[in-house]
């Protein structure tokens, strides 16, 4: 759909595994002073000194996180880097490193991998960290991406220290990335029975962006940490609101109110969900994949970050008797149940 038709393509063959790794991993800078030793030994060697250390793993498989037929190569690299990442900054931590491995099948040429390496290495940039190994293998099938990031954290935030009364706080808005979502599968479908047909993406740009090139908020770690706030859990948003503060809460064995009216939706997600005749709260609650924090602090905290236009304060913590209830608009308490984005059209 998005893709350059007239592209080249050098079968994957013509290279050995050496020379592939080799020319992919070229421009790769070693920046962290924790980063011993990175590609090109048996493994990597790491020193941090006596700080505590954090790791975390995805993986991705074609045909089920992502599409290729929308999903840009250098952006599938870039989320790929960037949904990890947002792993080890909800652990309040500082990332410093990732490990990429790959699985393909030989109808991808090189050009496909260069690209992939080239949304990496924009990531690797963007959020300075270093990249210190990786696997290449084939696949009979799809391509898939596994990277694991590590990091570096001196005050780190479980999911399970949140206190009754403790406010519940938002970064950034929610729903963007699954209305993205809705707009490029309409297009594909569009696109399936007139393949000359040009979509006008103007009035949704940034809802796909934020499907496609999502964020993830290394920003707000180091704001916190300038406002004194530490929270006192945390967590990143992938599957949805509803989930997340369903992890919240059980982990920490406490109940919650959310407030419909105090969550935070883009315009484009509004004018979106009414063209799709879709509930933009249930998209918020349900859509995943914002990569943005959720986290409570104690209501002490509340002076430090209220301002902050960064921050939405969208509910408070309760006895866990007390359940978890979402507050409308039309002032009726109804219970939070975690849907997740995959059942979502069910
Ligand atoms: P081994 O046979 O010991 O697994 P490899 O030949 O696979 O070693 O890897 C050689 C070096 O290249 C290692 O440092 C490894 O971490 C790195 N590497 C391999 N594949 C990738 C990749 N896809 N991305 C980044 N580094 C990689
Ligand atoms: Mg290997």
């Known amino acids: 759909m998005i893709e350059d038709k007239n592209q080249q393509r050098t079968p994957l063959s013509g290279f050995g595994e050496f020379g592939l790794i080799d020319h992919l991993t070229k ?33 991705l498989v074609e045909g089920v996180h992502f599409d290729l037929s929308y999903m840009p190569l250098k952006h599938l690299g870039y989320k790929a880097v960037v949904v990890n990442l947002s792993d080890v900054y909800a652990m309040n931590a500082k990332a410093t490193q990732i490990t990429v491995s790959i ?110 090139k999502p964020e993830a908020r290394k920003d707000i770690i180091k704001l916190l940490k300038d406002l004194d706030v530490k929270p006192t859990s945390m967590i990143d948003i992938s599957d949805g609101l509803s989930s997340e503060i369903i992890h919240l809460c059980k982990q920490s064995n406490v109940g919650c109110d959310l407030y419909e009216d105090k969550i935070p939706l883009d315009p484009q997600v509004i004018s979106t969900c009414e063209e799709f005749n879709i509930d933009s709260t249930t998209v918020a609650l349900n859509g995943g994949e914002d990569y943005e924090l959720l ?10 970050i209220q301002a902050n236009p960064n921050f939405s304060v969208i509910g408070y913590m309760k006895e866990a008797n007390e359940g978890m209830h979402l507050v409308t608009r039309a002032d009726s308490k109804i219970p939070i149940k975690a849907q997740g984005w995959k059942n979502f059209n069910d």
Request: hydrophobic share 40%; net charge negative.
């Open 27 to 59: 421009n790769f800078k070693i920046n962290q002073s924790s980063t011993i030793k990175g590609i090109g030994d048996d493994a990597a060697v790491l020193n941090f000194e006596n700080k505590k250390i954090v790791i975390t793993t995805d993986l």
């Open 103 to 212: 699985a393909v099948s030989n109808r991808f040429p090189v050009e496909a991998l260069e690209d992939i390496y080239a949304g990496i290495e924009t990531a690797a940039k963007i959020y300075d960290i270093d990249v210190i190994g990786g696997d290449t293998t084939s696949s009979t099938t799809g391509l898939l991406i596994s990277i694991t990031a590590i990091g570096e954290v001196e005050d780190e935030v479980y999911r399970n220290g949140a206190k009754p009364k403790d406010l519940l706080v938002v970064t950034g808005d929610l729903g963007a990335a699954f209305m993205g979502l809705q707009v490029l599968e309409r297009e594909k479908e569009v696109y399936k029975v007139n393949p000359n047909s040009q979509p006008d993406l103007e009035p949704y740009t940034y809802i796909i962006e934020r499907q496609l």
């Open 295 to 304: 986290f409570t602090i104690s209501q002490s905290d509340f002076p430090k």
